[in-house]
């Protein structure tokens, strides 16, 4: 490569990128300008920018291999990474000239960056906790690599009908991708089914072979991450399911073609779609073959690159660190062993040491029914040599275990690997992950403390000095610079802009929470987004709202213990208020939710289709329709998400006490410059402790006053509705046909479940939330005092950087350093 070639692709001026953007329009798309389609434009400057990534990319390389950095692998069954093009250009500091040299052509760069199609790759906040720690891994010049599958078709796209959610294909790939890069002669050969036989090696020693397994056929696509500055940028490996040749070749010389087509297309699925329903025994075993591929594909990628570096398997752990984000990935414990000891022939006990040294697992739920268990039976039949592998550990942990608690069969019960007897018998992934990890980490302060006081409290008891909190963070990046531009440039013009690599330097706008003219400039920005986001809400649910009236919001995946139920009993509260009392709001409101409800989950999906029929008959009562409006926006993903948190004045994070793990919802919508109303949970706890007490709206029971109710059982939710008239009100509504007028009884079951069961303390806290929201609408009242708390939230939100989350991981966890 001459030198005159190297220089054109560095320059970064306007003239360059635009004479790049041209290249590609006619040497990789073949078109000339005048046929160029805003698809055509979007790939043309994608793929100029992919230049700058992919030089820095190689030099990153280089120079990490220079210095044999110790390298961290972050493995993920989800990395919600959205729109990249947008922020590929802010982190490379290109956003402006890219713009100048795009006007010069006469294009739109905010027209070209909002066609791009959110990357289909996660659900909710693990995946998107998974993108921001890549983004600050670069940023702080770490030698980091996130790990993942390459799904065809991600979760789904969501679509509202009469009221209910639809789910379709989200075939977001399908006009192909211009940051993927092929890796085919990187691909991994992954086994699968088949049986062990026991046979003996040369010294006579127990040998089993895995044999007549079936291959998978693991190809990698690697998606360039970029830092901010440009000076580093690592890669997200995402491998695809392909069919094996040589097998499929096989079965078509025999003469038959139509097994061998069915062959290529069963394997392949196991990339195409995001968390298929496991409601099935196919829908489990596809899922469980997922997961094993993803772990199985890149350990064995982990392990070729370790190897090409010339390094010996011993040093494993000193230059390789893996962090195994929740439960889907647990199965790396059994396949690592499993390749140092059947394919590197090392001792069990050196394997073990070398494999627990180099595992570390963080946990992200509280709730047991979300703690993966998988059918040994099924296990057995995907994979017999890791269930042989299974039973080992724990053959040799339980034998640890008993010396502890000698006499205590109940307590080695709870510990086992497995649970249950014969055909019911199941392999519990959390324990195998802990019982293989050197360090089990929570992610905030209160969840860590459940996680070793209710969740595992043997295993804190037997390696207290394993468990440790990693409080979250988002990347202030994406959900700052990028979706809150005004506000940043705001913010940098008072302080500088070093807040945009050391968060805590958010602290020097605090001065500036008093200030007049800065208290303008800020609701002002915040005003604008509020018309944005009108627009979207009008384009999208046909509504019109009030840009005047107080944006409440809500937005995360739909569940039971996220309470958006509780949130819209406190809406239709206000609207019998209105239309029954004849009592209008303290200040007008506007209530948003987003999010989607896992396919076969009936009670989220009758959430969705509840919050459709309120808004109906509100957003049409004339009585109601100027001080109140109800809005679901459908299909929640990252690109809506920037555009909604900017323009939220109240965040609304009200989980049950005690079953959020942490949130990271909480933390953008404090930076972006909203309130929080929340009960004392996950990260809240934090926020509170960092914003101030006053600049925060906590109600509601805490963790142990529910945990002590849920033991006592003393909570009785149907003495609350009895006792209780406005409770009573907004249930009788359930019972009656108020917002089901053509489907009578639809919600009667709601009514039934809260009365006698109401498992996550919706009634209990219901009245303490009511109380709360109105002390937020008194302050809403009171535009300069609203605005020196949203300012002072800006200003505190410091410690929730994902880079200072990342840097404790680093220190604490990987023993990972900066090489720049």
Wanted: contains cysteine; hydrophobic residues 40%; glycine residues 6%.
């Amino acid at each position: 490569m001459t030198e005159p070639l190297l220089a054109e692709k560095r320059a970064n001026d306007p003239e360059a990128l635009k004479a790049s953007v041209l290249k590609h329009m006619r040497y990789s798309l073949g078109k000339i300008w005048e046929d160029l389609s805003l698809h055509d434009l979007f790939m043309a400057v994608s793929l100029a920018v992919r230049d700058r990534l992919v030089d820095s990319l190689l030099d990153t390389e280089a120079r990490y291999r220079e210095q044999e950095a110790k390298r961290i692998f972050y493995l993920s069954m989800e990395f919600l990474m959205g729109q990249s093009l947008a922020n590929n250009l802010y982190n490379l500091e290109l956003l402006d000239n890219m713009r100048s040299a795009l006007d010069e052509l006469g294009v739109d760069l905010d027209e070209i960056c909002e066609y791009e199609r959110d990357a289909a790759l996660g659900n909710g906040g693990l995946g998107r906790l998974a993108a921001c720690f890549l983004d600050s891994i670069a940023t702080l010049n770490m030698p980091g690599y996130g790990y993942g599958i390459n799904y065809q078709y991600g979760l789904f796209k969501q679509e509202i009908q009469n009221g209910r959610q639809e789910e379709r294909p989200d075939a977001w790939m399908e006009a192909g991708n211009p940051w993927q890069i092929e890796r085919s002669n990187e691909a991994c050969v992954i086994p699968v089914y088949g049986r062990v036989e026991p046979t003996q090696d040369a010294s006579g020693h127990y040998n089993p072979m895995w044999v007549n397994w079936r291959v998978l056929i693991g190809v990698p696509y690697d998606v360039p991450i970029v830092g901010y500055g440009g000076d580093t940028v690592n890669y997200l490996r995402l491998f695809s399911a392909k069919s094996s040749r040589e097998f499929d070749m096989k079965i078509f010389n025999q003469g038959d073609y139509i097994r061998a087509v069915e062959q290529k297309i069963s394997t392949e699925t196991i990339s195409k779609v995001l968390y298929p329903s496991d409601s099935v025994a196919s829908g489990k075993e596809l899922r469980l073959l997922q997961e094993y591929f993803l772990v199985a594909c890149a350990l064995r990628d982990i392990l070729n690159g370790f190897e090409r570096q010339g390094f010996e398997i011993q040093q494993l752990a000193d230059k390789t660190a893996i962090q195994l984000n929740d439960t889907h990935p647990a199965l790396a414990v059994a396949e690592l062993m499993r390749l140092l000891v059947d394919e590197h022939r090392l001792r069990w006990e050196e394997a073990w040491e070398l494999t627990t040294a180099t595992l570390a697992f963080t946990n992200h739920t509280l709730l047991p029914e979300a703690l993966e268990k998988w059918s040994l039976k099924l296990m057995q039949k995907v994979l017999p040599r890791h269930t042989q592998i299974i039973n080992e550990i724990n053959r040799r942990f339980l034998k640890l275990a008993q010396s502890v608690w000698p006499e205590d069969p109940l307590t080695l019960q709870k510990v086992s690997i497995f649970e249950g007897e014969d055909e019911e018998r199941m392999v519990r992934m959390a324990h195998l992950a802990i019982i293989g990890s050197h360090s089990v980490n929570g992610v905030s302060a209160l969840h860590t403390e459940l996680v070793k006081e209710t969740l595992v409290p043997e295993f804190y008891q037997l390696w207290p000095q394993k468990f440790n909190n990693k409080t979250n963070g988002v990347t202030p990046r994406r959900w700052l610079l990028k979706a809150n531009r005004k506000l940043a440039d705001l913010i940098s013009e008072k302080i500088g802009d070093d807040w945009i690599r050391h968060l805590e330097a958010l602290r020097g706008l605090e001065p500036y929470a008093t200030d007049g003219d800065f208290q303008q400039r800020f609701m002002a920005i915040k005003a604008a987004n509020k018309a944005q986001l009108a627009k979207v809400i009008k384009e999208t649910t046909r509504y019109n709202v009030d840009t005047a009236s107080l944006f409440d919001v809500q937005i995360k995946r739909i569940h039971e213990y996220k309470r958006q139920l509780l949130c819209l009993m406190h809406v239709i509260h206000e609207y019998l208020s209105i239309v029954e009392d004849g009592r209008m709001p303290t200040v007008p409101r506007t209530y948003i939710f987003a999010g989607k409800a896992a396919p076969g989950y009936w009670i989220a999906k009758q959430v969705i289709k509840l919050i459709n029929n309120v808004a109906r008959v509100i957003n049409r009562d004339r009585r109601s329709q100027d001080v109140l409006k109800l809005i679901f926006i459908p299909d929640y993903r990252v690109s809506l998400a920037e555009k909604i948190i900017p323009a939220a004045d109240l965040s609304e994070q009200i989980s049950t006490a005690g079953k959020e793990a942490s949130g990271t919802g909480n933390m953008k919508f404090a930076m972006n410059g909203a309130l929080t109303i929340g009960t004392l949970d996950g990260a809240n706890v934090e926020i509170r402790e960092e914003v101030g007490e006053d600049n925060i709206f906590i109600f509601g029971l805490t963790a142990p006053e529910i945990q002590q109710m849920r033991q006592e059982g003393s909570y009785e939710p149907w003495k609350y509705y009895e006792e209780r008239p406005l409770i009573q009100r907004v249930l009788d509504t359930f019972n009656s046909t108020l917002f089901c007028p053509d489907e009578p009884g639809l919600f009667e079951w709601l009514f039934e479940s809260l009365h006698t069961q109401d498992t996550y303390f919706h009634l209990a806290d219901f009245e303490s939330y009511i109380e709360t929201q109105e002390a937020v609408g008194q302050l809403f009242l009171d535009r300069s005092a609203w605005a020196e708390k949203a300012i002072l939230n800006v200003a505190r939100i410091g410690k929730f950087s994902s880079d200072r989350t990342i840097q404790q991981y680093a220190d604490e966890i990987w023993g990972i350093k900066s090489f720049r």
